[in-house]
DNA sequence: TGAAATATATGTCCGAAACATATTAAATTG
DNA sequence: CAATTTAATATGTTTCGGACATATATTTCA
């Protein structure tokens, strides 16, 4: 919660919290599709990747983008394949289907509605002075 | 998940989930705070007001509120005092203290940025052609 | 040879909030 | 007046996402 930092008095760290809005809000689903859109890659080259997608919060977890990857591929929004590469183990390489594309489509619209949702609260905010 | 309306083709039932981001964030602390900056509010005024805030997602349940209001209280952000009212049943009533009126300020500014990072999502999606 | 990096995967736990139910008191209705 | 509904506050239980930790295999590097 945000009682530990606002303990120490860590604005900082504060901000990052209500940023974040709280735990479990790490925008997996659409930062793996945002990557995928741009081309096929293997869960842990998303990992390395998953900071260039720009929405809120702290980057997931490992095991969260691996078991996030099963679940869309269950979903049927992306396909996977084993490859080798010239140097290191096996890798699954990931690429997003048509369906994933919609979803992502979706997400966006999500996102452009909420936008307008958040506008709206900052507006109402300021107007009504304290 | 989002499966189950996603099988009976309910776009709008998906939007609704996609805008909610998934479960467990209902922004039910800045709502509170939002409300009780125009005036003392009891728990149940605040659950009926709840939706005039506009942030986005479903609106919290009433456990939730009332849980929440106490969590707010131990950590300062807002007192209470029981009230009788001419009808009905006892009534606690809160009010904003000046540590919750800072804490509604930093979620404002959180959620100003959170804006700026969703709009550089959004221009980074058009510009990256399908 | 042993450590570090690459790559994927699972086990366990925690916290937020839904869903359901309990409790009291007062108001309304039959 | 008794029975039901509404106002108001509160708790019990469950679910679910994701963190944190750990496991496993392979390859590279010191």
Redo the contacts between chains.
Sequence with gaps: MA?RS?KRGDLLA??NF??R?????R?IEPRIL?IL??GPAHGYELMRKMGE????GPLPDVGAVYRKLRRLEE?GLVSSRWTRAERGPQRKVYRLTSKG?KRLA??????????A??????E??DS?A?
């Design positions: 009682g606002a504060d901000m209500y940023i809005e709280g735990p479990g809000k925008f945002f859109r741009r997608v720009p929405l809120p979903e594309r979706l997400w966006t619209e999500a996102i452009r509605a909420r936008v949702i958040l506008q709206r609260f900052l109402l905010y009504e304290s």
